[in-house]
Nanobody
Framework: VQLQASGGGLVQPGDSLTPSCVTS????????FGWFRQAPGKEREFVAF????????IYGDSVKGRFTISRDNAKNTVYLQMNSLKPEDTAVYYC????????????????????WGQGTLVTVSS
C-alpha cells in the first residue's frame, strides 16, 4: 500500500495549487481520505476529508471556502484544490487513507487513518 503526494511548490499569495495523492496497492473505493498539513514547529493540522463515495466532504475552519477535496477512483487519485493561498498555508501537506467506519464523525483524528503519504511541501510567499 502506497500513497504518493505531489504537486506542491512555491507560489505567491492569492495563487492556486492542486496537490494530488496517487495511491497503489489497494482498492480506492473502500477508503475515505484526508489531507493534513504540518508547518515548522507546529502540530499536524486537519485540512480536508472525503468519504468513500465522494458524497461527503469536511474541511478545517482555516481552509473552508478556499480548498476543495475530490477523488477520482478510476485514476486512484485524491486531489486538494487550494485557492486564494495565504502565507499561513505554508506547510508540508500529507494525504492519508482510512477504513474506519466512523471516520466521517472524527475526520480530524490522526488515529482514524491507516496509511499516510510522505508529504509535499507548499510554500506561499511573495
Amino acid at each position: 500500500v502506497q500513497l504518493q503526494a505531489s504537486g506542491g511548490g512555491l507560489v505567491q499569495p492569492g495563487d492556486s495549487l492542486t496537490p494530488s495523492c496517487v495511491t497503489s496497492g489497494f482498492i480506492l473505493d473502500y477508503y475515505a481520505f484526508g489531507w493534513f498539513r504540518q508547518a515548522p514547529g507546529k502540530e499536524r493540522e486537519f485540512v480536508a476529508f472525503i468519504n468513500w463515495s465522494g458524497g461527503s466532504t469536511i474541511y478545517g475552519d482555516s481552509v473552508k471556502g478556499r480548498f476543495t477535496i475530490s477523488r477520482d477512483n478510476a485514476k486512484n487519485t485524491v486531489y486538494l484544490q487550494m485557492n486564494s493561498l495565504k502565507p499561513e498555508d505554508t506547510a508540508v501537506y500529507y494525504c492519508a487513507a482510512s477504513t474506519a467506519k466512523v471516520a466521517t464523525l472524527y475526520p480530524g483524528r490522526v488515529s482514524m487513518y491507516d496509511y499516510w503519504g510522505q508529504g509535499t511541501l507548499v510554500t506561499v510567499s511573495s
